[in-house]
């Protein structure tokens, strides 16, 4: 498994959908908790700042990791961080790296990328969403053989139950229940505390 291959395809995944984004849809009500899609994408390129600052071994501030802006075009503040990102965790010797995570505590780069690879696998639906993408690959559902959905469930499952992965002020919300034998990629969603059904009018 190459976790930096896994993760540039989901920042890529990811930024298809921000490149669809219209200045007129950034008030969009998203499937994070109370966040517009204009705090959304900001979240995104500032967490990819956070990562990047935090592989290349700086104490990151806290206004790092909340202090994305993205405009009212917000694909180049993206793509921008996502290459920085992409950058800073092949830099030799970073995977090696300990780092700390806001809220998590510190784990080797390694580790802390599988976090940043299901969070953007998922924020990419989260986009798709918020802007009307409900079916289809370009939903961020890539189909049932897909690696990446695969591997983000693989990684999902096996994080615990537990108020800081999980809930109010967490990276994830509570687990949302889902039909038995629902399709993987709705599978990650209901671990990850998304209804797989929620739209902008029925969230």
């Known amino acids: 498994m190459d976790i930096l291959d896994l993760d540039r395809r989901a920042l890529a995944a990811a930024g298809d959908q ?12 998203t499937p994070c908790l109370d966040w517009t899609l204009r705090e959304l994408l900001a979240h995104m390129v500032a967490h990819n700042h956070g990562f990047a600052a935090a592989a ?7 206004a790092v990791w909340d202090g994305g802006q993205v405009g009212d075009h917000p694909y180049p503040a993206y793509a921008e961080s996502a290459q920085t990102a992409s950058d800073a965790f092949a830099a030799p010797g970073a995977l090696d790296r300990q780092i700390e995570l806001p809220g998590l505590g510190a784990f080797p780069l390694r580790i802390a990328i599988g976090f940043h690879f299901v969070d953007y696998l998922i924020h990419g639906w989260d986009v798709a969403r918020a802007i009307g993408v409900t079916s289809g690959p ?54 990850l505390g998304r ?9």
Do not use: C, I, N, Y
């Open 18 to 29: 921000v490149a669809r984004v219209s200045a007129d849809q950034l008030g969009a009500p």
């Open 56 to 62: 290349r071994g700086q104490t990151v501030p806290a």
């Open 138 to 191: 370009s939903a961020g559902a890539e189909g049932p053989d897909s690696e990446l959905t695969a591997t983000a469930l693989k990684f999902a499952s096996r994080w615990p139950d537990v108020p800081q992965l999980r809930g109010p002020g967490a990276p994830f919300g509570p687990k949302v229940g889902v039909p038995a034998g629902a399709p993987p990629f709705d599978r990650l969603l209901g671990l």
């Open 195 to 203: 209804s797989p059904d929620w739209t902008a009018s029925a969230p």
